[in-house]
């Protein structure tokens, strides 16, 4: 099983980046799909969700209207585009993985994003 992200980097305030996440080892159709994140210092929080269908996401109020979640079960990938990036977006982002009929749980090594003028 293999969650790897991808995408993260430094940008300045205002703009824009677009992580991915792609899946290997698992039937990732059947698995609802979060993005998290963790500042330094802080507890790791849920960002975005998307269900295995891709027919339903949630979003952490902090990045309503900012972020898009969104998933290609044909290429077994997740993507989190994220617009308006605020310094206070600067995080490590990971990639989980759930499916709550044996709760399997797999999550992705992380990737930085780091916004910054």
């Known amino acids: 099983v293999q969650l790897v992200e991808s995408g993260g980097g430094l940008v300045q305030p205002g703009g824009s980046l677009r992580l991915s996440c792609l899946a290997s080892?698992?039937?990732?159709?059947?698995?609802?799909m979060t993005w998290y994140r963790q500042a330094p210092g802080k507890e790791r929080e849920l960002v975005a969700g998307i269900t295995s269908s891709g027919g339903s996401t949630n979003y952490a109020d902090s990045v309503k209207g900012r972020f898009t979640i969104s998933r290609d079960n044909a290429k077994n990938t997740v993507t989190l585009q994220m617009n308006s990036l605020k310094p206070e977006d600067t995080a490590v982002y990971y990639c989980r993985a759930y499916r709550m009929v044996d709760t399997r749980d797999y999550w992705g090594q992380g990737t930085q994003v780091t916004v910054s003028p």
């Open positions: 080892g698992f039937p990732f159709s059947s698995y609802a």
